[in-house]
């Protein structure tokens, strides 16, 4: 989209959305506008209402389905043959935020890229990283420490994951704040509702890293390293490589996804305990759930609200007909907290009973970092609980305007 087109559209949204969300209204008794403050505050009664009136909606803001039933949005995000990935990253994705990445990527591309990139997540490779989060933890934590009000989102949970993304792919991490200013602007433009002003950081950003990781390629092709640019340069499967686009927006992605679905994971997850105080209570005097604990924020509030799909051929779902072409998102936050599935759902719950959330995708394009971010959340957490143990909220923070991640701006609390 240009950005005179973004702009036309911002001057007519006051007429043209009201609009569009009445006819929704009209077919289905519900429409679904996640722009709207009350939405972006606190979206799940929408969802629950959307759940039961109309699992699968026709959203006429997006000319789009919107689907909120778990059973649903599972079949949606493990069928890659019916619903493509690549062909919703040009239906759904502006054209300035679009990258050569596995997100967007079916098979067989898909399979190629991921098989190079998943050595550097494996669980035993992620688990030596453990002693390296357990000090950037501490670290950033002494760096507050005497302060009687911290915003725990700047002092721990943005920096946390860039520092670690940094140090993995080898990279200095006195470049860490750059990272995360570069990683806000590309996190804004995956929104669907991205505004002119978005569009235009967001492709500077895109400019600034893709010359960075340029350099940085140049240099690791001449000095390799033990890090992920040295691995991802040599590596070889079935004599293939990947191409310097792709290279670039594997980059990119890592440094992206990584960042910011930890950061909102942290976030919002610390945020549910310091509502939830009998949880906090419980997680403290039992430590050996914090393992359930992330899961459970997981599901409860999750980092990954909605993920897009393009329907590649003709199919039936709740009984309406989807075309051919048509785009599809699938509203993991909804499906978390689906009745069907989950006893009481609005309920947070850190012993309840192992059910497999959505939050980190399904099929194959599983999440290739959620053991990493599974575990330097569960460091975060109880780096923060150890150290304060009468931490408290002393602000209600509000959330990131974005349709797609879900995180609060800042978190401040007294300790």
């Not at 722009?35 to 009664?45: A, L, Q």
């Not at 493509?84 to 098979?107: F, T, Y």
Request: aromatic fraction near 6%.
């Amino acid at each position: 989209m240009s950005v005179l087109a973004s702009a036309a559209r911002q001057l007519l949204a006051p007429v043209v959305v009201p609009a569009l969300l009445g006819w929704e209204r009209l077919e289905s008794g519900v429409s679904f506008y996640p722009r709207s403050k009350e939405v972006n505050e606190n979206p799940y009664p929408l969802y629950a209402r959307m759940r039961e009136r109309d699992p699968v909606h026709r959203m006429r803001l997006l000319d789009a389905w919107v689907v909120t039933r778990y059973r649903d949005v599972d079949l949606i995000l493990r069928d890659h043959g019916r619903f493509s990935s690549s062909m919703q990253q040009k239906a759904v994705i502006p054209e300035s935020a679009r990258s050569v990445s596995m997100l967007n990527l079916d098979p067989p591309a898909h399979t190629r890229v991921r098989s190079l990139v998943s050595m550097a997540f494996t669980n035993s490779a992620v688990q030596r990283l453990r002693p390296r989060i357990q000090a950037i933890a501490d670290r950033l934590l002494d760096e507050v420490a005497g302060q009687e009000r911290i915003d725990l989102i700047s002092a721990i949970a943005h920096p946390l994951p860039v520092m670690v993304m940094a140090e993995m792919l080898g990279i200095a991490t006195d470049d860490a704040k750059q990272f995360q200013d570069w990683s806000d602007d590309l996190a804004a433009s995956i929104d669907p509702f991205l505004t002119s002003r978005q569009e235009r950081r967001a492709n500077e950003a895109r400019r600034e890293l893709s010359e960075y990781f340029g350099r940085m390629l140049e240099v690791r092709r001449k000095d390799p390293r033990d890090d992920i640019i040295s691995a991802l340069l040599a590596a070889r499967e079935e004599r293939d490589k990947l191409s310097p686009e792709e290279l670039r927006g594997t980059l990119n992605l890592l440094l992206v996804a990584g960042n910011e679905t930890t950061k909102n994971l942290i976030g919002n997850g610390m945020l549910a305990l310091l509502k939830h105080p009998a949880q906090m209570r419980l997680l403290r005097n039992d430590p050996g759930l914090m393992g359930a604990a992330v899961q459970e924020f997981l599901r409860f509030d999750a980092p990954v609200q909605t993920d897009a799909r393009t329907a590649v051929h003709d199919v039936e779902l709740g009984g309406k007909l989807i075309r051919s072409g048509t785009k599809i998102l699938t509203v993991i936050g909804a499906a978390n907290r689906d009745p069907a599935v989950f006893e009481n759902p609005d309920s947070l719950d850190i012993r309840r009973e192992r059910r497999p959330h959505l939050s980190f995708g399904r099929g194959i394009h599983y999440c290739l970092g959620a053991s990493l971010a599974e575990l330097e959340a569960e460091i975060a957490f109880a780096s923060i609980l150890e150290r304060y143990p009468s931490i408290r909220l002393v602000a209600d923070p509000a959330h990131v305007r974005n349709t797609v991640l879900r995180g609060v701006k800042d978190l401040w609390v007294g300790v």
